[in-house]
């Protein structure tokens, strides 16, 4: 007797009106790849430096995000180069970074890595653009820019030849430049 009160007590209650969806945040992911092992923390550019990247991703056909990253790296590069009196190395990096092969086993994560850096061929949307965070407190030295100007697919392919040698873009470059020949 007692579970037939309770039913009886029981009333469907009418649904409200449907709650409005949720805004689409899926661009936030779009971060190109990554390299394995690095932290990462968000950044925003505005005016030219925005408009640089943009320019600089369309034209190598990579994310403004994988750009950007590089593209930050490289001219830090540079100007690491110049304060050791190797300013004009491009060619010579570029060389180094054509002639680069796996020469070591690499793990999962930088085989991934490597082969979307091989096949960056196509942008993704414009996402949140994240930079690691050891180039963070350097970013100040840099003109924004024109740091973001640059040439976007030659950025990939030292960052490739870099990972390839187990190296930062950094390491690999500075080595590379600054190696005495003989």
């Known amino acids: 007797m007692g579970g037939t009160d309770t039913r ?30 690095e932290l990462h923390e ?24 994988l750009a950007a990253r590089l593209l930050l790296e490289a001219a830090l590069l540079r100007r690491d180069l110049q304060a050791a009196g190797a300013a004009r190395a491009d060619g010579l990096l570029d060389h180094a970074a054509g002639a680069a092969r796996v020469c070591r086993r690499l793990s999962a994560g930088e085989a991934d890595y490597l082969r979307a850096l091989r096949m960056a061929s196509r942008p993704e949307p414009t996402g949140a653009v994240t930079v690691p965070v050891r180039l963070l407190a350097r970013l100040e030295e840099l003109d924004l820019a024109a740091a973001l100007a640059g040439d976007a697919r030659q950025a990939v392919s030292w960052e490739a030849a870099a990972l390839m040698a187990g190296r930062t ?10 190696r005495r020949p003989g």
């Not at 968000?42 to 995000?65: D, K, M, N, W, Y």
């Open 42 to 65: 968000t950044i925003a550019f505005g005016g030219e430096a925005e408009r640089q990247l943009e320019r600089s991703a369309s034209a190598g056909r990579v994310s403004p995000s």
């Open 8 to 37: 009886a007590r029981l009333q469907a209650v009418s649904s409200g009106p449907a709650p409005s969806p949720l805004p689409d945040v899926g661009w936030l992911c779009e971060q190109g790849p990554l390299r394995p092992g």
């Open 169 to 178: 873009m950094l390491e690999w470059g500075l080595l590379r430049a600054l």
